[in-house]
């Protein structure tokens, strides 16, 4: 059963830079799943961030304008988040996930499996 | 971007009540929607993926169907715990997008 774990600073200001990392335990990050950052301002509902193969390939969300970067520490089983120039918008409670890749057939199925427990990130000075 | 638009926002239940959520993409996405459910304060949990399989140690009242652009999450006799909000979200392609959540409050 994999567990992952969200660790990073829970307030940031204004302008700055939002940095968190996820540890994965219970498995490999060097396996067939990506690894994923969702997030979810308060009383909202789920945004996407991104994700990153244990390559290094990734893919982000073109809504946050290139102001991510995700990356992999294979060494340290762990992957993490930078989010630059960030604003009130960005308060969120921010969740790494498993994207585990099943195969049905002829069908390659995606899906969140393993979440965090999340992390609430507020942005203010 | 594909959209993924569900059907109610929210809506009122018993305890025992057949239940149905919709979840409509805005082009065809196949089978590759996933569903979830949230409690408050915790992270999403799967129920079903690629569009109508269970997940391990889901309860079978939870069921899915559809393909392409229409889907439908039911549960067959709410029950206490299944109070909760609920997601669909699209695996067909990047950026992945999540419909805007549906919350079953008890009636």
């Known amino acids: 059963q994999v567990q992952l774990q969200e660790s990073g600073p829970g307030l940031v200001k204004p302008s700055g830079t939002l940095s968190l990392t996820c540890a994965v335990s219970?498995?490999?990050?060097?396996?067939?799943?990506?690894w994923s950052w969702v997030r979810q301002p308060p009383g909202k509902g789920l945004e996407w961030i991104g994700e990153?193969?244990?390559?290094?390939?990734?893919n982000d969300n073109p809504s946050l304008k290139s102001r991510v970067t995700i990356s992999v520490d294979k060494s340290k089983n762990q992957f993490s988040l930078r989010l630059t120039s960030v604003t009130a918008a960005d308060t969120a409670v921010y969740y790494c996930?498993?994207?585990?890749?099943?195969?049905?057939?002829?069908?390659?199925?995606?899906?969140?499996?393993?979440w965090g427990q999340g992390s609430l990130v507020t942005v203010s000075s | 971007d594909i959209q993924m638009t569900q059907s109610p926002s929210s809506l009122s239940a018993s305890v025992g009540d057949r239940v149905s959520i919709t979840c409509r993409a805005s082009?065809?996405?196949?089978?590759?929607l996933n569903w979830y459910q949230q409690k408050p304060g915790t992270a999403p949990r799967l129920l079903i993926f690629?569009?109508?399989s269970l997940q391990s140690g889901v309860p079978s009242r939870f069921s899915g169907s559809g393909s392409g652009t229409d889907f439908t999450l039911t549960i067959s006799s709410l029950q206490p715990e299944d109070f909760a909000t609920y997601y669909c979200?699209?695996?067909?392609?990047?950026?992945?997008?999540f419909g805007q959540g549906t919350k079953v409050e008890i009636k």
């Open positions: 996930a498993t994207l585990v890749r099943d195969t049905f057939g002829v069908i390659i199925s995606y899906y969140f499996k393993y």
């Open positions: 219970g498995g490999s990050i060097s396996n067939t799943n990506w």
């Open positions: 990153i193969f244990h390559t290094g390939s990734t």
């Open positions: 082009q065809s996405i196949s089978s590759y």
């Open positions: 690629a569009a109508s």
């Open positions: 979200q699209q695996s067909y392609t990047t950026p992945r997008t």
